[in-house]
């Protein structure tokens, strides 16, 4: 079945560098897009970038300077990059599975990352 | 950069009440709008796409509708568990969600 699973520290300074990674099974990162989305304590969603079937990847114009997504098909996983962390980018951070006429349909059960000294 | 505009931020009913949430585009979104559902702690789960599909397992007392830049979403005779917080996402460019709607019980 199909599962996204994500990983990385629980805590990171201001101003260091976030690193996280997305972990798929039963579907293939050539045949789908994986999304990484954010959500701050109490707060709504927010839509940080994507990486497509193809290769090719896409990032909101709030975050683009501070992104970076990569991926490595051999081992299924998604990699979310972001440096100058601050406090307001604590959260919950999920990735998704995507294609244009299913968007969004299976989602990861995140990972809580606070920053803070 | 689309935005998405999601009214009310929160909603107060009764069991049994319909409930309707709105979303408008700052342009043309042909569509491609979806809705999702999502409780605390729980990732978001979809239950509308393309406007008006529901996905598998959403029940009838949901619907969607609209077009062009306006959308709305509606649950009819609501449930106890249908308490939660609804999104909407643009996905005609790149991707993009409403601000959210909290569903509490009146």
């Known amino acids: 079945q199909v599962q996204l699973k994500e990983s990385g520290p629980g805590l990171v300074q201001p101003s260091q560098t976030l690193s996280l990674t997305c972990t798929v099974s039963?579907?293939?990162?050539?045949?789908?897009?994986v999304h990484w989305v954010r959500q701050p304590p109490g707060k709504g969603l927010e839509w940080m970038g994507r990486?497509?079937?193809?290769?090719?990847?896409s990032y909101n114009s709030a975050l683009k300077s501070r992104l970076s997504i990569s991926r490595d098909t051999s081992k299924n996983q998604v990699f979310l990059k972001m440096n100058s962390l601050q406090t307001d980018d604590t959260g919950t951070y999920y990735c998704?599975?995507?294609?244009?006429?299913?968007?969004?349909?299976?989602w990861g059960q995140g990972v809580m990352v606070t920053v803070s000294s | 950069d689309i935005q998405m505009t999601q009214s009310p931020p929160s909603l107060s009913a009764s069991l049994g009440d319909k409930v309707t949430i709105t979303c408008q585009a700052s342009?043309?979104?042909?569509?491609?709008i979806a809705w999702y559902q999502q409780k605390p702690g729980k990732a978001p789960r979809q239950l509308i796409r393309?406007?008006?599909t529901l996905v598998s397992g959403t029940p009838s007392r949901f619907s969607g509708s609209g077009s062009g830049r306006d959308y709305s979403f509606s649950i009819s005779n609501v449930e106890s568990e249908d308490i939660a917080s609804y999104y909407c996402?643009?996905?005609?460019?790149?991707?993009?969600f409403g601000g959210g709607t909290k569903l509490e019980l009146k």
């Open positions: 998704t599975r995507d294609s244009h006429w299913a968007p969004f349909d299976y």
């Open positions: 039963g579907f293939s990162l050539t045949s789908y897009n």
């Open positions: 990486m497509r079937y193809n290769g090719d990847t």
């Open positions: 342009q043309n979104i042909n569509k491609y």
């Open positions: 393309y406007t008006s």
């Open positions: 996402l643009q996905y005609d460019n790149l991707r993009t």
